[in-house]
Structures are given as C-alpha cells and as structure tokens.
C-alpha cells in the first residue's frame, strides 16, 4: 500500500530513464535519502542541489518512489547563474550525499538554511569549509586539531564515515584556489 507524503527535498543526483523520464537521487526532509521517479520529465530538469518541495507516493517495499507533484522550495539566486561558484554548490552536494542518509528534519532545515545562506556569500570557498566543519560536529564528529583544510576535513570525515572516498568534484575546482580556512 502506497502512502502520500509532502516533503521538501534536496537533489542529490539526476538520471535519464527511458525516453522523457527522471530517477531522481534526494534526501527529503520526512523519508530521508530515497530514490524517485519522475515521469514525463523531458522539459523538466531540476539542477543538481535544486531545494525543492514535492509530493511522493511511497511504497516502502519499494526502492524506487515515484513523484507526483515537484516545485521550487528555494530557487538559489547566485549559484547557478556564476559559472565560479557552481563548482562549490556540486562539491557541497556530493559531500553532503555521503552523510545524509536517514530522515532528520532538523538537520534536514539547518542544512537547508545553509545552502541558502551559502548562495548569498561572497568567499564561498571558506564559507562552504566552515559549512562543512560544523556539519561534522552535528554529525558527531570532531574537527581537526591541525589547520582547517580541505584534505583534514575530509580525514576528519573518514574517522566517522569509514566507507569514505576521495570526493570527485574537487577535479572540478582545481582551477579555482582552494584555501586553507583557519579559525
């Protein structure tokens, strides 16, 4: 038996299916990371990151969702009209796609908030750090001892995420510095 669920929710990942259609990678704020498809999704695409809310008809013996409605919940104002900063949003996301994964809707909301606020940032690489290091303590984590930087940040991830691997999107930014952040 299926039942109908109103959540907001941030896309992790994107597929084409079959002609017109979606399977959407999110993380919702009432069911936690799923997967969902979109039918008729060929006019539709949804950017990588988009917040969005959206009813689904969850069938928990399923593994795939399905979606009936989907709209904005927050359509970011910078992130994806400045080519420099979208590489970050990507980063932001798939570092947050390993570390999200049950339902939590007040992690869900603070994380929510941060994006947003992250779009309105001027030094977005130091502000995406400082996102993540606090993200790591609501995780449970702890931060490094040594200087902030994005490889102890993600050592630090690894100490709680054992199944952790090198994050892809940091090829994206090796054209664009990343700095060190020190507290």
């Known amino acids: 038996m299926s039942a109908e669920v109103k959540t907001r929710a941030l896309l992790l990942q994107s597929y084409p299916f079959r002609e017109r259609s979606r399977v959407l990678r999110l993380h919702t704020e009432a069911e936690g990371t799923l997967s969902a498809l979109l039918l008729g999704a060929k006019g539709s695409t949804w950017p990588i990151g988009s917040l969005l809310t959206m009813r689904l008809r969850i069938r928990p013996q399923r593994e795939l969702q399905r979606v009936a409605e989907i709209d904005w ?8 009209n400045d080519p420099l900063r979208y590489p970050y949003l990507l980063l932001a996301i798939e570092w947050l796609s390993r570390c999200l994964g049950a339902p ?3 992690l869900f909301a603070w994380v929510r ?3 947003i606020a992250l779009d ?3 030094d977005i690489a130091q502000s995406l750090q400082i996102f993540l290091a606090a993200l790591l303590t609501r995780l449970g984590g702890a931060l490094p001892k040594e200087p902030l930087t994005w490889p102890s940040l993600e050592a630090a991830y690894r100490i709680i995420f054992t199944d952790w691997q090198p994050l892809r ?4 930014l090796n054209t664009l510095s990343l700095p060190t952040y020190e507290p």
Do not use: N
Not at 75 to 80: E, S
Not at 169 to 172: I, K, P
């Open 169 to 172: 999107t940091f090829s994206l």
């Open 104 to 106: 939590d809707p007040t």
């Open 113 to 115: 908030e941060q994006l």
């Open 120 to 122: 309105q940032k001027e």
């Open 73 to 80: 919940d927050y359509p970011y104002q910078r992130f994806y």
